[in-house]
């Protein structure tokens, strides 16, 4: 059976009309040429708009180490680990930059199943959709008599309903492409180890038409696969050698190292993380990509200042800081993640949707207070809502008086990224913004991946970029 991209599910949120009624509700509050959307012209957007979140983007990007290597060495490391061998574009004003992406279009004519189903969870999915292989924990189900080296069709569950261990799974499932067997399914479910780990399932095939690599193609610390906007956001908050910079939400580091690799290592980072578990990945990132000017604490961002100045340590600086401490801040801090994708199952309720903008306003007051005159502080988001995005900064300007809005796009222009395929529009202008300045400035915030129409659907994950000078 032969099977094509038409076949992907068309909403990733299996279970809730109410969140979709709010992005649809949140669709009738912006503008388009000055009117707002009738409610069949939002419907018609949203659905569209749940279909993106579905698809993988169709580049793949690395950024690359530049503390110590650079893009033609990486490039070689691609080319020679990596079957089929990509295509490889690196662009001489983006040092840390290349696109990987296949020579051929395999998405055009789909691609022929086996008959035999190794069944995956939904995150291990996203990945494989990403050009991933399959890692055994990923694995919920394989038939029996499966052996490394037999040909299987590989199949992500959409509903969360496969138990670990299943032999055959007839629920939701999508297909994801086609591999080869490294595993036994005694290793994978019997008592052999705790905790499987290695590649399970080797990709050939993919129907998501990317090119099948993963971090492992390359020597630790070389670079790591991250979306490009994502690669823009650290460009434009451009921290300099020597500079103090807090990175506030930092975990897993992703960005953390791409600061310290734009300081050269000069300066001090600050990098601060709640959630104690995700601190040794931080440092491990940290010393995998050779940063050696960072400093990790692990505390609530929110409580980063100090409100009584006996309790500073200035040296070595310690958090809580005394206000006015940092040249450049990065709050990339937690959101509802809906611009992540692809998305094979979301479950987030309504109540989830809506409780991200209390903190990310408490967090957005600590980033303004600690930031100095003259500073810069660049806010981020992964997510799509009005929210969360434009209504912030609305929010923001009005707060805080002392704040300017800058012009991402400009600044784009200014750091000559305009032809490594950095695609963006400008933010929305909103019914129920309140600020005068927002207004005017609306034109200055950058939403990465879809026009402002929300239509036409570009091929990037979604982020979110604002810069804000004191
Ligand atoms: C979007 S992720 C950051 C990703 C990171 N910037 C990167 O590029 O690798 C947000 C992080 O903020 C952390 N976080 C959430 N609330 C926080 C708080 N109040 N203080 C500090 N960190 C927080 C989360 O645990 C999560 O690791």
């Given amino acids: 059976m032969s099977c094509s991209l038409s076949d992907y599910p068309k909403s990733p949120f299996k279970f809730d009309k109410e969140v979709r009624e709010i992005l649809k509700a ?6 388009h040429d000055d009117q707002f959307l009738t409610e069949i012209e939002a419907q ?3 659905n569209s708009l749940l279909e993106w979140f579905c698809r993988a983007p169709k580049n793949t990007f690395f950024r690359i180490n530049t503390l110590i290597t650079d893009a033609d060495t990486v490039t070689n490391y691609i080319k020679k680990n990596c079957h089929p061998t990509p295509s490889v574009s690196i662009y001489p004003d983006f040092p840390e930059l290349i696109t990987v992406s296949n020579p051929w279009n395999s998405t055009k004519y789909g691609i022929i199943m086996h008959s035999v189903e190794v069944i995956v969870d939904a995150t291990c999915g996203a990945a494989v959709m990403r050009g991933a292989h399959v890692f055994a924990p990923g694995v919920v189900g394989i038939p029996h008599g499966t052996k490394p080296g037999d040909f299987v069709s590989v199949f992500a569950d959409a509903s969360k309903k496969c138990k670990k261990g299943s032999t055959t799974f007839n629920g939701e499932k999508v297909y994801l492409g086609n591999g080869i067997i490294k595993m036994t399914r005694e290793y994978l479910f019997g008592n052999i180890t705790k905790y499987p780990s290695g590649i399970a399932v080797k990709m050939t095939e993919l129907l998501s038409g990317v090119p099948i690599l993963s971090d492992t193609c390359l020597p630790k610390g070389f670079g790591l696969l991250q979306n490009v906007p994502s690669i823009v956001c650290i460009k434009v908050l451009d ?3 020597g500079e103090t910079v807090l990175d506030m939400c930092a975990a897993p580091g992703n960005k953390t190292t791409h600061i310290a690799a734009l300081m050269k290592n000069q300066g001090r980072i600050i990098a601060l ?9 931080l440092q491990n990132n940290c010393k995998d990509f050779s940063v050696k000017n960072v400093e990790i604490f692990c505390i609530d961002s929110t409580k980063a200042v100090a409100e ?5 340590k200035i040296n070595p600086l310690c958090p809580p800081f005394p206000e006015e401490t940092f040249d450049r801040i990065l709050l990339d801090g937690p959101c509802s993640g809906l611009g992540q994708r692809p998305q094979i199952f979301n479950s987030i309720s309504p109540a989830e949707l809506r409780s991200y903008v209390p903190l990310q306003r408490k967090l957005f007051s600590t980033a303004v207070r600690l930031l100095k005159p003259s ?3 660049v806010y981020s988001t992964c997510t799509i809502t009005l929210a969360e995005n434009e209504n912030m900064v609305a929010w923001a300007l009005k707060t805080h008086s002392c704040l300017e809005l800058q012009s991402v796009p400009d600044r784009i222009e200014s750091l000559g990224l305009q032809d490594a395929e950095v695609k963006y529009s400008v933010g929305f202008p909103v019914e129920d913004l309140q600020s005068e300045l927002a207004k005017k400035d609306f034109f200055t915030w950058a939403r990465f991946s879809v026009q ?9 994950s979604w982020i979110n970029i604002y810069i804000f000078s004191s």
Avoid at 308 to 312: M, Q, Y
Avoid at 452 to 460: E, F, S, V
């Fill in 239 to 241: 921290p300099q050698p």
């Fill in 273 to 281: 993380e709640k959630i104690k578990s995700k601190i040794e990945k």
């Fill in 308 to 312: 009584d100045l006996s309790s500073v």
């Fill in 44 to 46: 018609e957007k949203l």
């Fill in 452 to 460: 402002t129409n929300m239509q036409k659907l570009l091929k990037h």
């Fill in 26 to 31: 949140e669709l009738q509050k912006v503008l």
């Fill in 375 to 377: 500073g810069i502080l």
